[in-house]
Nanobody, 114 residues
Framework: VQLQASGGGLVQAGGSLRLSCVASGGSDSINRIAWYRQAPGKSREFIGDIASGGTTTLADSVKGRFSIFRDVARNTMYLQMNSLKPEETAIYYC?????????WGQGTQVTVSS
């Protein structure tokens, strides 16, 4: 499975961005999708996921501002981010599982200016 993320960029605090991640090569077998982020000097942080049964889980820090959804027909997953904060400047990664094997996208930079 190959993942191609896009949609990052520079946004002012309080602004919005939508990240996309297109899956190819075996995407029919994906059973979980997730988004993570990694800020400079910090470990990778879980943002949220959609499990195989359809349940969505979001980290407390983004609840009410971020949402995750998936367009199966387009093999694309999305991360909608609203009310962004400067401390959320990071590289954002999409992640999927095929069985128990994880796959990662290359990451897309999000910079939130104050």
């Amino acid at each position: 499975v190959q993942l191609q993320a896009s949609g990052g960029g520079l946004v002012q605090a309080g602004g919005s961005l939508r990240l996309s991640c297109v899956a190819s090569g075996g995407s029919d077998s994906i059973n979980r999708i997730a988004w993570y982020r990694q800020a400079p000097g910090k470990s990778r942080e879980f943002i949220g996921d959609i499990a195989s049964g359809g349940t969505t889980t979001l980290a407390d820090s983004v609840k009410g501002r971020f949402s995750i959804f998936r367009d199966v027909a387009r093999n694309t997953m999305y991360l909608q981010m609203n009310s962004l904060k400067p401390e959320e400047t990071a590289i954002y990664y999409c992640n999927v599982f095929v069985g128990n094997r994880p796959y990662w996208g290359q990451g897309t930079q999000v910079t939130v200016s104050s």
